[in-house]
């Protein structure tokens, strides 16, 4: 795409490659919390990309500054006179909003690491939407986090865009399910997962079971939490699967899936897939 475009004689694409060795320890999260300006303690870390930046910009006319993801938009520098797009996605304050809940329901010794975490966001998106110029658009996935980041800044330009993926709507054939039991699978070291599974656990499997005493409840997923770990040794109707071959025929041997989400927004993809799986 890049080669034709340059053919058509209209457009010199120019494509630099930021490597990923800008951490962001503990300490600069406390530190963010006390910081006049939290995203300048990052800027500091970046002065080799800000050299790199700066040659770029001497020697080529730039049209647009395109960060494809939060983090990017850290590292430059404050009020770049060029028009930049940002693609934020989601407003990360509002999902360390989810976790430090999700945490004082569940998991109380983890509420200073997570207050620590939505302090420290909360304060890095409002100095991020104050750090550039008013020629730059925000680019997110739902109107929740448009209108959860124009309370830092009611001036921000912000597009909202939704995001979609590729699915895999083939349905596999063979499986069937071998005992009855409800399916849970995702990221479950995400508040939003781990959220979901609780209540799965607490809410709505004893109603279920009242009902049908042999359903079991079958999860996978990455990053498996310690909390869900030591739930499943201790109930003898929760099957934990730490890894699976195939995820479609993991869905198909059972008889039902269910998400029961409070947290996010948007329709889950993996929703879309158990229905096309069947």
């Given amino acids: ?41 990052i800027e500091r870390k970046a002065y080799k990309f800000h050299e790199t930046l700066n040659s770029v910009m001497k020697s ?45 329901t569940y998991s109380p010794l983890g509420l200073p690491k997570a207050l620590i975490q939505l302090l420290a ?19 997110v996935a739902s109107e929740q986090d448009k209108k959860f980041l124009k309370r830092f800044n009611p001036n921000l330009r912000i ?38 599974f609780f209540k799965l656990v607490y809410r709505v499997m004893p109603k279920v079971r009242s009902l049908y005493p042999d359903l079991v409840l079958r999860v996978t997923g990455k990053n498996i939490n310690q909390n869900i770990i030591s739930l499943s040794n201790k109930t003898e109707w929760i099957r934990l699967y730490p890894t699976v071959e195939d995820i479609s025929s993991f869905v198909q041997e059972s008889t039902l899936c269910c998400f029961p989400y409070y947290l996010g927004c948007g329709v889950k993809t993996k929703i879309l897939e158990c229905m096309a799986w069947g």
């Fill in 60 to 104: 080529l006319e730039i049209d647009l500054i395109h960060c494809s993801r939060f983090e990017t938009a850290l590292l430059l520098p404050r009020n770049l006179n060029y028009p930049i797009l940002i693609d934020y996605f989601d407003a990360m304050t509002r999902h360390r909003l989810h976790e430090f809940r999700f945490e004082a």
């Fill in 159 to 196: 597009l909202k865009h939704p995001a979609s993926v590729k699915l895999n709507l083939s349905r596999p054939s063979g499986a069937k399910p071998k005992e009855k039991s409800l399916c849970f699978y995702g990221y479950l070291a995400g508040a939003w997962n781990m959220d979901a």
């Fill in 1 to 41: 795409t890049r080669q034709s475009l340059e053919n058509t004689g209209i457009f010199n694409l120019g494509v630099f490659m930021v490597p990923d060795t800008f951490y962001y320890y503990s300490k600069d999260k406390i530190l963010s919390i006390f910081s006049k300006k939290p995203s300048s303690l």
């Fill in 121 to 139: 966001s909360w304060r890095i998106e409002r100095d991020l939407s104050q750090k550039f110029l008013p020629s730059t658009t925000f680019s």
